[in-house]
Nanobody, 130 residues
Framework: AQHLVESGGGSVQTGGSLRLSCATSGFTYGDYFMGWFRQAPGKEREGVASIATGGGATYVIPAVQGRFTISQDSAKRSVYLQMDSLKPEDTAMYYC???????????????????????WGQGTQVTVAS
């Protein structure tokens, strides 16, 4: 069975930092690309960042560029989201997900289209206090 387990969420003050981790198992890591998504109460799920597991290319949405960084340790089959300069509007449940790579990965909003993702974790809560 496929498993994605997020960790690292918590409560911080505005301007603080958190590092989310996603440990994966049960699928061929290199055949997928990975993403981080978030969903705040009453809002639609939003793609935040993606990484091409093969070459390590990354994409983050404009709203978090310069503050969030996605990375991976392919040997550990793990993906990370470093979040700095956190704002109250970053408060959400954060999810890790895996999408089958068919053809080329594109470093654009294409890579955070949730319809492309097959496997999802249970999420980790991030709360940023003002």
């Amino acid at each position: 069975a496929q498993h994605l387990v997020e960790s690292g969420g918590g409560s911080v003050q505005t301007g603080g930092s958190l590092r989310l981790s996603c440990a994966t198992s049960g699928f061929t890591y290199g055949d997928y690309f990975m993403g981080w998504f978030r969903q705040a109460p009453g809002k639609e799920r939003e793609g935040v960042a993606s990484i091409a597991t093969g070459g390590g290319a990354t994409y983050v949405i404009p709203a978090v560029q310069g503050r969030f960084t996605i990375s991976q340790d392919s040997a550990k089959r793990s993906v990370y989201l470093q979040m700095d300069s956190l704002k109250p509007e970053d408060t959400a449940m954060y999810y890790c997900a895996a999408a089958t790579l068919k053809g080329a990965w594109h470093g654009s909003s294409w890579s955070v289209d949730s319809s492309k993702y097959t496997y999802w974790g249970q999420g980790t809560q991030v709360t940023v206090a003002s």
